[in-house]
Every structure is written in structure tokens, then in C-alpha cells.
């Protein structure tokens, strides 16, 4: 089986963002491959234990800090990987990201496709479903499970769906974005993490690829970096227990809350 | 071809509207006040009593009809979604909630016509003549104002940001529309399970109750139920208690799980890490009740009681039920 892992190198969540100007972030520079990549990651490592004729290849779009995300799946066992475009991409809207990807992956023709759920940086949870609708292919969120029975023919997969789990039976080629539950990271053995640091990264520039339909770009326009709302100060209960739960509730029903 | 009008794409869960369907007829019907353009609802399946319940809310419900459109699937959904907007052309809005369904077919449909999407948006307003939206980025850090050139611009707006509007009464009319559909999209339900039967959707509920480790075991968080169950609200738990394997995934709240955004979120034994808080910050009321006094949870409430959960919630549902 072909798979192709889509991955993005993000900001850690505990790493410091900031609004420097309504056009401008100041970001603290602690960057990981992205929570839901990693599980997209061993979820495809998954299968290749089942099925060792599998191929893998991780592809990342973007700067120059793809390449660490693809280092990143060096590491956890991925030996196929490819950095797509540079730091133009960087900026691009998430219609033009899933297009690049998209003329990509025609090329390479995977049976499966895995994405993370939603990239770490922008949450937007839409470069799957848009890269499935370009090629024309089934896709499904959210995958919680994937049957180890899958052949090459088909897979059955479950998904969360407010408070139910759906099993469904799909054909290939299909994506997948992965959900937490999915496949639990592993850590890389040292063994490996040296040999992703010397590993060659191959780059594919986007003048290789062919680009010419200009509707995909410029969909997005964005207006302005915003500071979140932020909360007032937090009013302690000053009453010692059990009166404290009742001066509570005393302070929520005043102020109408319940 | 265009039109002009903006959809609201209809949600039923256990066979009624969700909460946020009626949440967003109220953002659709300001936003083309503004514009004097035509709010409709959009039915996709669903049932006459759904469109007809729909028409008291707003003036014109697009009923979308097709036997294969009874179960959510992406591929369909977007597919019928995609005929309608050929057929009555391209609306300036198309909003839904972003449920697992939303955040899974609009961004499908946006491809497809060329334009441009944005998802878990917690406003919506013009920028001159172009529609925008205000959404958190970097997991509720920062919030970006991204605005769309291209028609429709295709929103996904996260439930519980706007409010129910109050009193809306109209006799507006329903339109049904019949479509076609690939017969084989290449997926097949096989079956569906509920995780948590009986329990209210976290993403929903005007009120979420959530424990994290403080709870001391997974017994213990019976008691929240019974908080919640007094003030009709969810429950909710951290990342620590899903990964002690305590409870279920679907109801973990912070970056790895749902981001909520009810009216009153009271946390019960839960330190406040970054990832938890990234998940609830756009709560309206936070009440954190917590054993340390220096917890985290703290600086991101506006009522704090230092105490344990387990002593103190007794105690709440007590006040709550007390008439005073």
C-alpha cells in the first residue's frame, strides 16, 4: 500500500505568541511537528506493521522549518520524505496550501492519505478535506480508529461524531485526518534521531510542480492581528467551607449567570 | 450566477435543531440586515417539521431533497450543497456550525467553488462589502480578522458564540429543492455506537462542568454529574483524566480534545495547564474550585473557591437547590 503522511511544523502549545502588530506575531521559537501530525505519523507506521510492503512518504510544505518537521518523521521511522516549496507558502491561504499538496500527490498516487486533524498554528482543519476534494477522493475527519484488517482494497475506520463513534467501510485511495485516540506517538530511539539530523531532505521547488490555476490563490485577506478579550481580575470566595460553596452560588445567581 | 442571500445550514441532532442552528439564524439575519440581503435557512434531509419549525425563525428555508441525504456523509453533503449553489446560485454567506460534521464538508464545498473558507470563526461582521470573520489562532493566543474576496465566502462559526435570538416570529416560506447524487461515494456507515449514552454534548450545553486529577478517582466524577444534572449542563474532563484513561476522549476539553465556549464553565480539581485553558478561555463565567490557592486555573477565572471539589460540590448543588 502507498501512503502519504501530511505534516506541519508548528509552535510548541506552550510556546509564547504575541500580537507585535496587527500584521505581525511575535512568536518564541520553540517549534514541534504538530500534535495530530505525530499521531498521523504512527497511525501510518501502524499499518506498515501489518502490511511491511507499505511505503510511507512524509511530505511537508512550507519554509525551511519543514525540514524539521520532516526530520521529525525521519526519526519516528518514515524513510520517504519531501520538503514542498519555500517561504512563499508561508503566507499562502489554506485553499493555495491544500492545491500545492494536492498537484503533489497526483504525482505520487497514494492509496491512503493521513493528515493530522488541524495544524497547531492556524487550527484551521481544512487542508484535508480541501486536498480529498481536489482529487476527487472520499475523505473522513476525525479518525479515532483504523481497522488492522485493511487490505488493498478497503479499510474500516471510526470517527467521532458528537457523543457517537461511526464505523465506516471506505475503498481506496481515501484520506484521513487523524483525531487524539488514533495512534499513541512513540519516542524515537537516539539511534534514529541521529541519523534524522544527518539525513538529506529532498526538496521539490514549486516551479516543478504544475501551478498555473490562478483561482487558487488569494481567497483569504487577513485584516489584523487581534489580542484576546481578557478576563477581570478573579473574585475569590472569602468565607470559610461550607459557606463559601453557598456565597458562590449567591454571586452567580445575582449576576443572572444561573 | 450570483444571489442574493446568505445560508445558514441547518444542524439536527436526535432529531431536533441544535442550539447553534438557532444561534446562527440570529447572526445571518444581522448580517443581511446590514446588507439587505435575504437570510435563509438550509435544510439538508431533515424533516418537513425541521423546515417548518425553521420558517418560524426566518423568511425562506431552501429544503435540500434526496433519499441518500438521511445520514451526514462529507462527500454527499457537499456534493448536494455544491448542486444547490449552481442551481440558485452563489450566495454572498454560507455558515454552519463547527461541529465534527461542519469542519468536515465545508471546507470540501469552498474547494470546490473556487473560494475561500474560514473555520471556528467567533465573529462575523462586513469589512466594507466583504464579509469577515474573527477566530482564534495558536490555540486561543492570538485572534486573527481574516476577510473573504471570492463568493461565497464559507464560514464555520463555533457553537455557543453568538446568542439564542429571543422572539423571532415569522411565516416564512419553504422552497424544496430535489438533487442528484453519485450513488457510490466509496463510503459505507457501517454502524453507530454512542460513547457516553445519556450524556449532553459538551459542545452544546449552556453550562459545562469539568474535573480534571483533583477528582481523586473516576468514581468520583458521579458527583459532577450530579452539578451538572442541577444546572442542565455537560460534563467535561482534562487531558489528565483522559490519559490516566479515567474517562472518554470525546469528553476531554483543551487543545487535544473540544474547545468549548458555554455561558458558565466551572472547573473542579483542574490546575489550569496552558492546554486545558486553550480549550475553554471563550467561556462567558469561569468558576474554578481548586485545594491550591496558587493554581494556574485561577488566573483564568472570574470566581475562584479554594477548597476540594469533593467536599464543596455537595455543597453547590445544596445552594443551587436552596430557594434564597
Known amino acids: ?60 510544505a512550507g519554509g525551511k522549518k519543514a525540514v524539521d518537521a520532516l526530520r521529525r518523521a525521519v526519526a519516528l521511522g518514515i524513510d520517504q520524505v519531501e520538503h514542498l516549496g519555500d517561504e512563499s507558502l508561508e503566507m499562502a491561504d489554506n485553499c493555495y496550501l491544500a492545491y500545492v499538496l494536492a498537484e503533489r500527490l497526483k504525482a505520487i498516487q497514494p492509496d491512503l492519505i493521513i493528515c493530522g486533524k488541524q495544524a497547531g498554528d492556524d487550527d484551521f482543519a481544512a487542508t484535508g478535506p480541501m486536498v480529498a476534494e481536489y482529487l476527487n477522493i472520499p475523505h473522513v475527519s476525525a479518525v479515532v480508529s483504523l481497522g488492522s484488517d485493511a487490505d488493498a482494497n478497503q479499510v474500516t475506520l471510526g470517527r467521532e461524531v458528537e457523543g457517537e463513534i461511526w464505523y465506516l467501510e471506505s475503498n481506496f485511495p481515501l484520506l484521513i485526518t487523524a483525531e487524539k485516540g488514533l495512534a499513541e506517538p512513540h519516542v524515537p530511539v537516539v539511534m534514529r534521531v541521529m541519523k534524522a539530523m544527518r539525513a538529506q531532505i529532498p526538496g521539490i521547488p514549486l516551479n516543478e510542480l504544475d501551478l498555473k490555476d490562478k483561482k487558487q490563490q488569494g481567497r483569504l485577506r487577513r485584516l489584523r492581528y487581534t489580542v484576546p478579550p481578557e478576563r477581570a481580575d478573579v473574585a475569590m470566595m472569602r468565607e470559610p467551607y461550607p459557606q463559601n460553596a453557598a456565597e458562590l452560588i449567591e454571586h452567580l445567581k445575582k449576576n443572572g449567570v444561573i | 450566477m450570483m ?15 441544535t442550539r447553534s442552528t438557532h ?93 475561500g473558507y474560514a473555520s471556528y470563526c467567533v465573529d462575523l461582521f462586513w469589512e466594507g462589502e466583504e464579509p469577515a470573520c474573527r477566530r482564534p489562532v495558536y490555540g486561543g493566543k492570538v485572534y486573527e480578522e481574516l476577510a473573504i474576496s471570492t463568493v461565497p465566502a464559507f464560514f464555520t462559526v463555533r457553537p455557543g458564540v453568538f446568542p439564542v435570538p429571543e422572539n423571532l416570529s415569522e411565516t416564512g416560506r419553504v422552497e424544496t429543492i430535489p ?24 459542545s452544546e450545553a449552556l453550562c459545562v462542568v469539568a474535573g480534571g486529577r483533583g477528582m481523586g478517582t473516576p468514581e468520583n466524577f458521579k458527583l459532577l454529574e450530579k452539578l451538572a444534572e442541577v444546572l442542565d449542563g455537560a460534563v ?35 490546575s489550569g495547564a496552558i492546554h486545558h485553558v486553550l480549550g475553554m478561555n471563550t467561556a462567558k463565567v469561569v468558576v474554578a474550585i481548586n485545594k491550591d490557592p496558587d493554581a494556574l486555573i485561577f488566573r483564568n477565572a472570574d470566581y475562584g473557591l479554594v477548597g476540594d471539589a469533593l467536599e464543596v460540590i455537595p455543597e453547590l448543588i445544596k445552594a443551587i437547590k436552596s430557594k434564597t
Open chain 2, 179 to 202: 438533487i442528484d447524487l453519485p450513488e457510490d461515494t466509496g463510503l459505507r456507515i457501517i454502524e453507530r455506537k454512542g460513547i457516553s449514552p445519556g450524556k449532553k454534548d459538551l
Open chain 2, 236 to 270: 467535561g474532563v482534562s487531558r489528565a483524566v483522559v490519559d490516566a484513561g479515567w474517562m472518554p476522549h470525546d469528553l476531554q476539553v483543551g487543545k487535544s480534545g473540544k474547545t468549548v465556549s458555554p455561558g458558565l464553565y466551572i472547573a473542579c480539581g483542574i
Open chain 1, 1 to 60: 500500500m502507498k501512503i502519504a503522511v501530511l505534516i506541519k511544523q508548528v509552535p510548541d502549545h506552550e510556546a509564547l505568541v504575541r500580537v507585535k502588530s496587527e500584521q505581525e506575531l511575535d512568536i518564541e521559537n520553540r517549534y514541534v511537528c504538530s500534535f495530530f501530525d505525530e499521531i498521523a505519523i504512527e497511525a501510518a507506521l501502524n499499518i506498515r506493521k501489518n502490511h511491511p510492503e507499505s511505503e510511507i512518504t512524509a511530505i511537508s
Open chain 2, 23 to 115: 444561534q446562527l439564524l440570529g447572526a445571518a439575519r444581522k448580517l443581511a440586515d446590514e446588507r439587505n440581503l435575504q437570510p435563509a435557512a438550509l435544510l439538508i434531509g431533515g424533516e418537513q417539521v425541521h423546515a417548518e419549525e425553521l420558517a418560524q425563525k426566518i423568511p425562506l428555508v431552501l429544503r435540500i431533497e434526496n433519499s441518500g441525504l438521511e445520514t451526514y456523509e462529507a462527500v454527499r453533503y457537499a456534493h448536494a450543497l455544491r448542486q444547490l449553489i449552481e442551481k440558485r446560485g452563489r450566495p454572498k454567506v454560507i455558515m454552519t456550525a463547527a461541529g465534527s460534521s461542519g469542519v468536515e464538508f465545508m471546507p470540501r464545498v469552498a474547494m470546490r467553488c473556487d473560494s
Open chain 2, 3 to 17: 444571489c442574493n442571500e446568505i445560508w445558514v445550514i441547518a444542524e439536527i441532532r436526535q432529531g431536533r435543531l
